[in-house]
Each structure stands twice: as structure tokens, then as C-alpha cells.
């Protein structure tokens, strides 16, 4: 085994592993056969298993994600990926309306145990129609599980755990960390949904940060660390099952609250971390909570635009700052 | 024609029975347009009453075991894939007995093991899934084939063009199954479609064969569903099927149908698939007293439905927060 892996390789490396071990695992999507994937994310997987198994499909996103739909309500387990996260608008019936309620509105009937895979998020100069972080669109309908890892090893262990899984799940794959590396994962790894990892310790405030922000968090972190600001850092790793649990349970040590959030603010994950926090945890705290998110406009194309507009660690070293000073 | 098809298409006994379900399917929605001038159906409704021959001929040229996906208008294909009359009128009426533990409602029939796969609401959306369904069974070498049926509106939709053409490439054995009753809601589908035929004419244009039937005759319909069957199961591919019909009632259970002109209407009345297999029946020398007993059967059963759903207990409120997953349960977070 490799020492290191890149995220990008992850992703081939999880989707193998499953079909290696269950022939039901079939994958589908645009450009994703012998060319390997747009982002080089399926490379290899169709000189190993067949056009059978990895099928090339026409620019057809409903029809990717319904017949995915199909095929897992009838045996099989489907990887259906859309090559940018926007353009789940295009199939947004089958995420909104047909994946997620079937089993509900059929009296547990039927089970629809598939995956879709897209690459989200920005910090790559791709222009607002192929950078947004839309991974809040899929946390606001009940019935999808959301997972969006933030390292090599989490994306193999998540894979695995999403192609498993018997609901459907939407796994964000983030583009700026495609090219990231990191330990490899040992034979059999499994992340279990729903386990937030608390990637740094730290006694004084809570970083909670998903994928592209996890880094972001952590670095932000190490720098307060210069300033004696000893910062706790959680990556989430899914939305559902939300791990409030951990998150809790950090606040009790350190009752200081900051999300960091790649989506824009307005309706993103971390409104609802915190009202949960609110609920449940408004004793812990020793500060009001802080969301670091993006700005509330498309995502510009120009680098010193966008980082305008997503948060940086500077954004967050400020934020936390003036709360320890609260 | 398939050997098997005309055989059964000609045998009186069997369409003594194709006839019979015909006469049940009818008779539950009935049923269920009084239940919900009772008051004891929430919601809406969308009868078939008309078109009862494309489910009940379709379903007799299937395997038992073929996939088939509908729309919000789906009774009939529900009672026609094994759905009792008993379970779908418990399903309207909210009771802790329907078909879908009275969470799916009139619009959302499903009968999974009879691999009847829902009804869909969303106009067209269940034709990739239709779709989905022929590519695992090929996968699985089942032999299996799925059809979707749908209407004439569904045909501008992206999710059909999609479909036909995914299916096409891949040379799924899928059916794709219009029943074209010539209206979408309140509008005529020749208004707002370039071609004469919305489903048959598209058909060239994804490279496979689209058929028109007379959707009132289970007998055609039954020979048609069996051809093209047989010719999906060969590993030919998908090919489209435009069945013409008529609904009796208005769009839902809100409309009277006032839009369509009176001379159309008794003309359609006139082709009724009931009569029609009537005919057929006494063609074959099937006595009428024969006919009648199956009427009466198709009664007896339907009432006893009605009675048996009434009687069912209420739907269980805390039924509301299970079966969002496949544990069962409903939990979002940790
Ligand atoms: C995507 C979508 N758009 C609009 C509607 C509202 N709607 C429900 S039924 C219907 C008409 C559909 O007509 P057709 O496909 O011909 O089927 P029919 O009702 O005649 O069986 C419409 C517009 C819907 N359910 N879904």
C-alpha cells in the first residue's frame, strides 16, 4: 500500500472495494467509464469491472438519478454520480420528491439503497453554475442521508458505509480537495454515518466544519494557537444523521460555538446545528454562537472574489477571537 | 401476434376473467368516488374508469413477476397487479389497513410484492425508474421486463425523452405504455403537441417501434403488451405503446369535465372497454347468464371491501414517524 493517497484516488479506491466485494454495486453517470471520470474520480473502475457494471450515460441527469432510483428498488445498489453538485437542480424531482419519500409513502414497501455522487463546493475559479455547496439543498428534505468527507481515508470509510447502506445517500465529494493527500485506508474501513470526528482537541471554543472547511478550521486553529486560543475542531463528515451528540458533548468542555460553513448563510446546516444547540445545549454556553459561512450572493469567478465570499482561516480567526473576548 | 397472445386473446375463459377484473377495477372506483362524496376519502382522487382495459390486457400479457410503475391515476394498475379491492379502498379512507399503512393515499398505490412499484405523482417521473428497473434485471438475467405507464401530458415532459432514449441505448427491456386520453388536466393534449400522436410519433426519433392500440379492447391491448414484451425479453430493446382512451370522469375529483364537448363524450361512452369485452364474450359463445355471475361476483366482492374497510381501525398516528429508513424509523440525527 501507497503511504499516501489522494482524495481524488479515494474516491475509485472506495467505489473498487465495494464492487470487488458485492457484484449488485453497479455505477452510472456521464464521461465516468473509460475516460475515468471528469475529475478523474472512476479512474480504473471500467477496465476492472466492464461497461456492464460502469455504464456511460447520455447527458441525462433525471435519467441517471431515476434510473439509479429503479434499479435499487430492485436489487441492485446503484452509484449514480453527477459530475457537479449544481446540477442535482437538474434531477432535483428524484432528490426531492421521488428518492427520498418512496419508502415512507409506500408504508415501508420499498427500499431504494443507492448513492449519488457529486462533486461540490468551490475555491477552483469555476464561476457560480460549477462551484456552488450545495449540500444544504439535500439537508432540507427528509429521507436522504448526506455524507461529505474530508480526508482520503474518511471518503473510502464513508463510501463503504454509504454503498451499504440500505437508504439513500447523497456523498459529496469536495473539488477543492481532490488533489489533497492523506494516510490510506487499512483493508475493511468502514465510517459508520452520522459519527463526527473531533479532528483537534481544544479546552476554549468548538470549531464545527464540514469538508472544504475542515482545513480551513484547522488551520484557523493553529494560529489561534500562537494567541493561546486553544480551539477544538470537529469535522461532521455528514449532515444526516446529524452528530449532535459530539457536538454537544465538545460544547460542555470548551461552551464557546463556531460553524464554519462553505454555503451561504442563509439557509445553511449550521442554522440548524446551532438551534439544536439552542434547544438542548443554551446551558453550556458561555457566548453566543458564531456561523462563519459564505456570503449570500452566486459564486463569483476571480479568486479575490470568491474568497470574499468564502470563509478563509482569516474569517475564522477573527470571528473566534472576539468571542473568546466575549 | 404471438402464438400465446391470440390463444389467450381467443380463449373465452380467460376473457371471462380478463373481463371480470375489469368489472372489480370499476366497480372499487366507484366505490371510492362514493366513499368520497361520503366523506370518508380525504384528498383526491384521479379514476380510470375508461381505461380499465390497458391494465387489465397489460397485465395479462405479463409474468407475474415484471416490474410495472404508474401514475397518480393508478388504481386500475394496482388492482390489476394483485392489490385487493379491500386494501386500496382502506388505503382512501385512512385506515390502519391500506395498502400503504395509509401514508401513500389514492395518488400513491403500490404493491411491492407483486413488483406493482408505486404510483408517481410527479408527471413522468417514474420513467427512469422504469428504465432502472430493466437495466437490474438484465444485470440479474431475470428475464423480467418493467413498464411504465403514463399519460398523453407526460410526453413533454424531460423525464420521457430521457427515459426513451437511455432506455434505447442501452436496449433495455422496458415498455413504455401511453394511455392517451387525448386531455392532460383541462387540456386537450393536441393544443399543446406538435405531433398528432404524442406518444407513437416520438418514437422514430429514439429508434424504436411506437405502436398505437385501441386502449378500450383488452384483447388488442393484450396482443400488443405481448409483442412487445417478447420482443424486450428477446433483448430487442424498449419500444413505446400509445393505448387510445377515455376517462369517464372529469381530470380529478374536483373537475366535471365541462371542457369536453358533449358529442365526444357519448361517442366514448359508446366504446366503453366493458361493453367491448361483452361483445367479445357473447362472439365467443359465452352465454350471458356467464357474464352476469361474473358482474354479480365482481359486486359481492367490492361491497365486501367497502364493509371490511369501513370497518378497519383508523391509520395509527404513530405510524407518521416510522418508515422514513430502511430501520424502520424516522431519526435524524444522533
Ligand atoms: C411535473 C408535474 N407537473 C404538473 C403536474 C400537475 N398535473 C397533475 S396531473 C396533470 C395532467 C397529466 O396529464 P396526463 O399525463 O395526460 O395524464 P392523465 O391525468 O390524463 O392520466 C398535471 C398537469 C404534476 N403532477 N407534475
Redo the contacts with the bound molecule.
Keep these: 500500500m501507497a503511504d499516501v493517497i489522494t482524495y481524488r484516488e479515494a474516491v475509485a479506491e472506495g467505489i473498487a472495494r465495494e464492487m470487488r466485494r458485492d457484484p449488485s454495486v453497479v455505477c452510472l453517470g456521464e464521461d465516468i467509464g473509460a475516460a475515468g471520470g471528469v475529475f478523474k474520480t472512476t479512474v480504473g473502475l471500467h477496465k476492472e469491472f466492464g461497461s456492464e457494471r460502469v455504464w456511460d450515460t447520455p447527458i441525462s441527469e433525471q435519467a441517471i438519478v431515476g434510473a439509479a432510483m429503479g434499479a435499487a428498488m430492485t436489487g441492485m445498489r446503484p452509484v449514480a454520480e453527477i459530475m457537479f453538485s449544481d446540477f442535482l437542480a437538474c434531477c432535483w424531482d428524484y432528490l426531492a420528491n421521488e428518492i427520498p419519500k418512496v419508502r415512507y409513502m409506500t408504508g415501508g414497501q420499498v427500499t431504494v439503497p443507492l448513492v449519488v455522487r457529486t462533486a461540490n463546493g468551490g475555491g477552483l475559479g469555476f464561476g457560480a453554475q460549477h462551484s456552488q455547496a450545495t449540500e444544504n439543498w439535500a439537508f432540507t428534505v427528509p429521507g436522504l442521508k448526506i455524507a461529505a468527507p474530508a480526508t482520503p481515508a474518511d471518503v473510502i470509510g464513508m463510501m463503504a458505509a454509504a454503498i451499504r447502506s440500505d437508504d439513500p445517500v447523497v456523498f459529496f465529494e469536495h473539488k477543492g480537495l481532490f488533489a489533497t493527500k492523506g494516510p490510506p485506508a487499512p483493508p475493511d474501513h468502514i465510517v459508520e454515518l452520522g459519527q463526527a470526528a473531533v479532528v483537534r482537541e481544544g479546552a476554549d471554543v468548538t470549531l464545527v466544519a464540514l469538508a472544504s472547511m475542515v482545513p480551513v478550521a484547522l488551520t484557523a486553529a493553529e494560529r489561534l494557537a500562537e494567541e493561546d486560543i486553544d480551539a477544538e475542531v470537529i469535522d461532521l463528515r455528514c449532515l444526516v444523521p446529524l452528530d449532535t451528540r459530539t457536538v454537544l458533548g465538545s460544547l460542555a468542555k470548551t461552551s464557546r460555538l463556531v460553524t464554519v460553513e462553505e454555503n451561504p448563510y442563509q439557509g445553511g446546516w449550521g442554522g440548524t446545528l446551532v438551534s439544536v444547540v439552542a434547544d438542548e445545549g443554551f446551558g453550556l454556553l458561555d457566548a453566543p454562537v458564531r456561523r462563519v459561512a459564505a456570503e449570500c450572493v452566486p459564486l463569483p469567478f476571480a479568486d479575490a472574489l470568491e474568497e470574499q465570499v468564502i470563509p478563509t482561516a482569516d474569517k475564522v480567526v477573527t470571528t473566534v477571537r472576539q468571542l473568546t473576548a466575549y | 401476434m404471438t402464438g400465446a397472445a391470440s390463444t389467450n386473446a381467443t380463449n373465452a375463459g380467460q376473457l371471462l376473467a380478463l373481463y371480470e377484473q375489469m368489472a372489480v377495477i370499476r366497480r372499487t372506483e366507484k366505490a371510492a368516488h362514493d366513499l368520497f362524496l361520503a366523506g370518508l376519502v380525504k384528498g383526491t382522487t384521479?379514476l380510470a374508469s375508461g381505461h380499465e382495459a390497458i391494465a387489465v390486457g397489460a397485465s395479462a400479457a405479463l409474468r407475474d413477476d415484471d416490474y410495472v410503475f404508474a401514475?397518480?391515476?393508478g388504481h386500475h394498475h394496482a388492482l390489476a397487479r394483485g392489490a385487493t379491492p379491500e386494501e386500496c379502498l382502506a388505503e382512501l379512507m385512512s385506515r390502519a389497513t391500506g395498502l400503504c399503512k395509509a401514508k401513500g393515499g389514492s395518488m400513491h398505490l403500490t404493491k411491492a410484492s407483486h413488483n406493482m412499484l408505486g404510483s408517481y405523482?410527479?408527471?413522468?417521473a417514474h420513467l427512469p425508474m422504469a428504465v432502472g428497473a430493466a437495466w437490474s434485471a438484465r444485470l440479474r438475467g431475470t428475464g423480467q421486463i418493467a413498464v411504465a405507464f403514463?399519460?398523453?401530458?407526460?410526453t413533454n415532459?424531460g423525464a420521457f425523452h430521457e427515459a426513451l432514449n437511455l432506455a434505447a441505448v442501452w436496449k433495455l427491456p422496458v415498455l413504455f405504455v401511453c394511455?392517451n386520453?387525448l386531455?392532460?388536466?383541462y387540456t386537450p393534449?393536441g393544443d399543446v403537441t406538435a405531433v398528432a400522436n404524442p406518444a407513437a410519433d416520438r418514437a422514430p426519433a429514439y429508434g424504436i417501434p411506437g405502436e398505437i392500440v385501441d386502449g378500450n379492447d383488452v384483447v388488442l391491448v393484450q396482443e400488443a403488451v405481448a409483442r412487445l414484451a417478447d420482443r424486450a425479453r428477446a433483448g430487442d430493446g424498449p419500444s413505446l405503446l400509445e393505448a387510445q382512451t377515455y376517462r369517464h370522469f372529469g381530470?380529478s375529483r374536483t373537475d366535471p369535465a365541462t371542457y369536453r364537448p358533449a358529442e365526444e363524450v357519448e361517442r366514448w361512452l359508446k366504446h366503453d372497454p366493458l361493453d367491448l369485452a361483452r361483445g367479445r364474450l357473447a362472439e365467443l359463445g359465452v352465454p350471458e347468464e356467464a357474464v352476469t355471475e361474473a358482474d354479480a361476483r365482481a359486486t359481492d366482492l367490492v361491497q365486501q371491501a367497502v364493509e371490511a374497510a369501513k370497518q378497519a381501525p383508523a391509520a395509527d398516528p404513530r405510524e407518521a414517524l416510522t418508515d422514513v429508513w430502511a430501520d424502520g424509523g424516522a431519526a435524524w440525527r444522533t
Excluded: K, L, P
Design positions: 384521479h401514475t397518480y391515476r405523482a410527479i408527471v413522468g403514463f399519460g398523453d401530458g407526460a415532459i394511455e386520453n386531455y392532460m388536466e393534449i381530470h
